[in-house]
Every structure is written in structure tokens, then in C-alpha cells.
């Protein structure tokens, strides 16, 4: 019968269409839940499976460093051959360059005696210290290091960046010529030129935390915090000279709103996921930036590790012990891999400029 | 090119001399707060002999007659003579940039060519086999510090495997290190092109040029990648100040003596003219790079405006 009608003809055909169900009817009549701008970002972020993948990679390397050092029998600088000195009382030099999975000479006779060792996953390094511990600690300091450093930035850049936006005019345009003039400093030969000077100039109690961390790291912090802000001012810019042309910042404002409560209560929220994305791709470059001085001899101070310190160490014995300079690469490339696809879901799910 | 374009590039002119003086007073503060004389290390050196070496140098001069002198060597080119080596630092900066140039220029040309094609090829192939290996390699090969990467291929390529000189003076000697500081950049760039050509590739004017019959690479070349590479040329700047730092690390590793060494050994020796000539000439090229990288995206992007 269907084939008789006239292709072009409006009259509806009756027999496409069937009747409701009452299930169907009770699903129309319910109202679902307003769902908001975060609960769509973090539904997106959920479905990208790179983007769980990294973040439950790094929950697990920040674990890991925050918590095998406590139940780690050994010390990071714990010299294995001091601990499990000869009966003569000089030090054991078979704890030095142990292989993985290898003891020391009276670690052998205390397993023969039934005794439970832990064993050197990663072997020990050239002083006999354990290098698994090591390679845990070097994380936690890298990982502090990259997210202080990223804090640094973000406070600056963003107080920096939304008042620029936020006043416009002559008042932005000064700031931002200010931003283009640090923008094409050249960052790392300052970075040398200030830990260098440090080196001499500051010094702390060596049993301090800042102290053990050495100058080279507070250079790092210094410079980060006059530098490299001036990439989250531009975004943070960027974002709030957008958003100040939205009707509700009008209506605020003429309710009565001073500067500081926009500023707190409309603009920097709606700028939120600009934040953390740029945060999460900010400590990777911390990270390397931190590897980099280490290997030109500016980073931590002996013999607090971090992962850039091992890597450059283990590099005049590469020939010998690979694994040295690969175990801390690795865990560098996984750190900042994982952040940097976590970034990259982070944006897919929340940027407002994707959301279709 | 008209009287705005003439405004901008004067505009960048300044700023550029402001950048100067900053770095030319950091520098200067730097060196004043450091312990240490260019002359400490030279021992039972008479107090006579000290004051003349100071005198000689500029040394004895008051703090702002010193500053004053450097701001006007910053900018008049003439840096003099280098406190530990007794040459022009003009002499030893340009020798020294003689080596980093022709690795740094190879490295940004490398880049710059194996990035486009292989972002392109990504981009033409989305979700094929083809764009997840180059998105997986250059995802994973930016994640690497670059020191690590340089040490794993020197100990590989010529300890191992004995392929080329691990010295970095002859010819061969530079292959390593232009493969090791192109291979950041080219990853970058790789995602650059691929995410801009996929941009542009949804355009209506691509769908227009398939539409005329045009063929593939007719419509990739003469359409898509004259818009999708604009961002690439923004990153030409930055890539610039990369390869000048990264060649710090590459030239400590495979021995070579660019710019980058100058500067470390500057450093440690406190020769002071040569600290200061090092940094205010790494800034001019810095300067002069991202200046043009500007002028070259407006000239190839006319929708930018000059403001």
C-alpha cells in the first residue's frame, strides 16, 4: 500500500508510529538532574580512556612516593656498607654496585640463618647505598619540586593575568608589554646565572629541608617565580578579558560588585579548568627543567637524589650499569607522559571552545 | 606594508631594547653579589699587580660607572676583551657561534621538514594505523629529557655499535648531536601540523576544493597546509630559544665548543666580560628570532591585525 503513495505526499502515515508505554510515559514526566558544567567535563574525562589510564599511573607513582619510604628498610643516603660494617669495624665493600636482586656478604649468612632480607630490587649504587629507595625518594623530590614549582606559577600567573584582564585599558597594556619583555628573556641561561650565585651566596642549616634540597633548587623556584609565570598571565588574560563580556559579570557588576568579588566569585571559577589544565602540563616542564640543571651539576644537593640527579649520574658508568640511568628515565618519562595525556584529556573533556 | 606595520616593528624595537637592559642588569647584579674576582684563582698574585689588573678592566670604577659601561657595550657591539682570555669576546662568541649555528639551524631545517610530513601524513590518516605510531612516538619522545635520550644514542651509535665518531669535531661527529636536539621540536611540531591540518581539513573551502576534483595532493598542498602551517611558523620563536638552551645540554654530552660551553666556563672562571658578552648576544638572537617569527606569521597570515 506504502509503495502506491506519492514519494513528495505530506500526509502523515499513521502506521509508523506506535503508541507510548507506560514506561515510557512515567520517563517523560520524571525531570532528570541538572547536570553541571563540571559533571559533563568529568563524565567526558571518565570516557577517555588515555586520559583514566595516566591518572591512575600517576596516583600510583605519588603513592608509591610518598609511601615505601616509610616501611623501607633502608635509607636513600644509608651507605649499606656503614650499616653492615665488617667485624673489624670498616666498611663492607661488598654492599657496593650490587647487582638487582643481589646481597652483600653477611646479608648471605643472615638469609642462610633463616633471616627475612629485603631485597635490593635495583641493586646499590657505586657508596653501596640501596638504589631502589633511591629512585623512590629522587620521585618524591622531582614530584614536589614540579608541583611547588607549578604553584608558584599558577599563584603569580593567575593573580597577575586576571588583574591585567579584569582592568583593560592602559592599566593591561603596560602589564602586557611587561609579559612580552620577560616572555623573550632567555630562561635557562638565567636559570645557570642564578643558581650558580646562589651556590655561593645562600646557605642554610644543612639539616634543614631547604638546606638538604640545595640552592640549586630554590634557584629554580626563584626563577619560576619571575620567569615562567608570564605563559599562565597571558592564558589567565586571555580567558578573563572572554568572560568579562558575559552578560551575568554585567549583571553583577550592576548589582553592585566590587572588582575583587568578580574577580573571586565569576571570573577565576569560570577560568578554572584553564587553570588546571595549564597546571598539569606545567610540572612536566618543571620536571625537566629540574633534570636539566641537575645534569649541569646546579641541581639538589648530594646526597639528596632526584630523578634528574641519578639519570646524570648514572651517565659516566653507562657502560657498566644501564639500568642505572634507565630505571630513573623511566620513571621520568612516565611521570611526565601521564601528566602530559592527562593535560590533554583534562582539555579534551573541559575545554568550553571543544563542547559541542 | 603600510605606516602600522612600520608602528608595530617600531614598537618591538623598543621592547626588544628594554629586554636588553633587563638582561644586561641582571647579569651586572649577578656578578656583583657573586664571591670572587676574575683574579682569585691566580695565586700570590701582589696587591700592586691586582690593582692594575682591576684598573686595566674597569674593575676600580665606581658600581654605576662599571653598569653604565656594560649597558653601552650591550648595545654599541663591543664587548671588549675577555678577563681570562685575552681575546675580544666579540672573537670567541662568534667562533663559538659558528659551531652552535650550523647545528642549531640543521636542527631547526630537520625539524621543520620531517614535522610537517609526518604531521601531515598523521592528519591525512586520522585514527589509521600510521597517525597512532607517529602520535605515539611523538607523544612519548617529548616526555624524555633530552640529556638522557643524547647519552643513550652516544653509548649506542658509537661505543656499541661503533656507526660514527663519538668526537664532535669532524663531519660525522655532527650527526648525533643535530638528531638529538631536532627530535623535541620535530615532535612538537608533528602535533602541531596534525592538529592545525585537521582543523582546517573540516573547512567548507577544503570540501569545496574535493568537490571541484581536485586531486589529494592538490587539495592537501595548495589549500589545507598554506593555513594549517601558521601555527607551526608562531612556534618557530620558541623552537629558536629551545635549540640555543637545548644545545647547551647537547654540546656538554658530545663535546663540543659552541656558545653554550662558552657560557658554563664563563661562569666558573668569573671572567666577566665574557659572562656579560654571552648573555646579551644569546638575547639578541633570541630577540631578533622571535621578532621575525612575528613579522613572517603576520606577513603569511593576513587576517592578523598589526596590534
Known amino acids: 500500500m506504502s509503495l502506491k503513495r506519492n514519494p513528495l505526499s505530506a500526509q502523515i502515515d499513521l502506521s509508523k508510529f506506535t503508541e507510548v508505554t507506560e514506561t515510557e510515559k512515567q520517563k517523560q514526566l520524571t525531570i532528570s538532574k541538572p547536570s553541571s558544567f563540571f559533571k559533563d567535563g568529568m563524565k567526558r574525562l571518565l570516557r577517555n580512556p588515555v586520559a583514566m589510564v595516566s591518572l591512575v599511573v600517576i596516583i600510583i607513582i605519588i603513592l608509591m612516593a610518598i609511601f615505601i619510604p616509610i616501611f623501607w628498610p633502608y635509607g636513600y643516603e644509608e651507605q649499606l656498607g656503614k650499616t653492615f660494617a665488617l667485624a673489624n669495624g670498616t666498611r663492607d665493600a661488598s654492599y657496593n654496585n650490587l647487582a638487582p636482586f643481589e646481597y652483600g656478604t653477611s646479608e648471605v649468612t643472615r638469609i642462610a640463618n633463616g633471616e627475612f632480607v629485603m631485597p635490593h630490587i635495583f641493586g646499590t649504587d657505586a657508596s653501596g647505598r640501596d638504589y631502589f629507595i633511591r629512585v623512590v625518594y629522587g620521585t618524591r623530590i622531582s614530584l614536589a619540586v614540579g608541583l611547588f614549582a607549578s604553584l608558584i606559577v599558577l599563584v603569580i600567573g593567575s593573580v597577575y593575568g586576571s588583574i591585567a584582564g579584569y582592568c583593560g585599558g592602559k592599566v593591561d597594556m603596560v602589564m602586557m608589554r611587561i609579559v612580552d619583555v620577560i616572555y623573550s628573556l632567555p630562561d635557562l641561561l638565567l636559570i645557570i646565572l642564578l643558581s650558580s650565585i646562589l651556590n655561593e651566596n645562600l646557605s642554610f642549616d644543612s639539616n634543614s629541608f631547604l638546606g638538604k634540597l640545595g640552592t640549586g633548587m630554590i634557584s629554580i623556584f626563584i626563577v619560576f617565580g619571575l620567569l615562567y609565570w608570564v605563559g599562565m598571565a597571558r592564558l589567565i588574560r586571555g580567558q578573563i578579558l572572554s568572560i568579562k563580556k558575559e552578560d551575568f559579570v554585567l549583571a553583577s557588576r550592576a548589582s553592585g560588585a566590587k572588582a575583587g568579588w568578580i574577580i573571586r566569585k565569576h571570573l577565576l571559577p569560570n577560568s578554572m579548568s584553564v587553570i588546571i589544565i595549564s597546571v598539569a602540563l606545567q610540572i612536566p616542564s618543571a620536571i625537566f627543567t629540574e633534570s636539566f640543571l641537575s645534569f649541569l651539576g646546579l641541581g639538589v644537593n648530594a646526597p639528596m637524589p632526584s630523578l634528574g640527579s641519578l639519570a646524570s649520574d648514572a651517565q659516566s658508568s653507562l657502560a657498566n650499569y644501564p639500568y642505572r640511568l634507565i630505571i630513573p628515565a623511566i620513571a621520568i618519562f612516565l611521570i611526565v607522559l601521564g601528566l602530559n595525556l592527562l593535560g590533554d584529556g583534562l582539555r579534551d573533556a573541559f575545554d568550553p571552545k571543544l563542547v559541542k | ?307
Open chain 2, 1 to 307: 606594508m603600510n605606516i602600522r606595520f612600520f608602528k608595530y616593528i617600531m614598537k618591538r624595537v623598543v621592547l626588544s631594547a628594554l629586554t636588553i637592559i633587563i638582561v644586561v642588569s641582571v647579569t651586572f647584579i649577578a656578578m656583583q653579589v657573586t664571591p670572587g674576582s676574575p683574579f682569585n684563582s691566580e695565586k700570590g698574585i701582589s696587591a700592586e699587580t691586582l690593582a692594575t689588573l682591576n684598573k686595566l678592566y674597569g674593575l676600580d670604577k665606581p658600581l654605576y660607572e662599571q653598569y653604565f659601561r656594560y649597558l653601552l657595550a650591550a648595545f654599541s657591539w663591543n664587548f671588549g676583551f675577555s678577563i681570562k682570555k685575552n681575546r675580544p669576546v666579540m672573537t670567541i662568541l662568534l667562533e663559538g657561534l659558528q659551531v652552535s649555528a650550523i647545528i642549531g639551524i640543521l636542527a631547526l631545517v630537520i625539524s621543520i621538514i620531517i614535522g610537517i610530513i609526518l604531521g601531515s601524513i598523521a592528519a591525512t590518516h586520522q585514527n589509521k594505523w600510521s597517525d597512532r605510531l607517529i602520535m605515539v612516538l611523538s607523544t612519548g619522545s617529548v616526555a624524555m629529557p633530552s640529556f638522557v635520550i643524547s647519552s643513550i644514542l652516544l653509548y649506542l651509535v658509537c661505543q656499541e655499535w661503533k656507526l660514527l665518531p663519538a668526537n664532535g669535531s669532524t663531519v660525522a661527529g655532527y650527526i648525533l648531536p643535530i638528531i638529538c636536539l631536532s627530535l623535541y621540536p620535530m615532535a612538537y611540531i608533528t602535533r602541531l601540523t596534525r592538529s592545525s591540518t585537521l582543523d582546517v581539513l573540516n573547512q567548507d573551502y577544503i570540501r569545496t576544493a574535493k568537490a571541484k576534483g581536485l586531486s589529494r595532493p592538490k587539495v592537501l598542498f595548495k589549500h589545507a597546509l598554506r593555513n594549517s602551517l601558521t601555527p607551526v611558523i608562531t612556534y618557530l620563536g620558541p623552537e629558536f630559544a629551545y635549540i640555543i638552551t637545548g644545545s647547551l645540554v647537547v654540546e656538554q654530552i658530545f663535546g663540543i665548543t659552541g656558545l653554550g660551553r662558552t657560557f658554563t666556563s664563563a661562569i666558573t672562571a668569573r671572567d666577566y666580560t665574557l659572562i656579560m658578552g654571552t648573555t646579551v648576544f644569546l638575547t639578541y638572537i633570541m630577540v631578533i628570532m622571535l621578532l621575525l617569527s612575528d613579522i613572517l606569521y603576520k606577513v603569511v597570515n593576513p587576517k592578523v591585525d598589526f596590534d
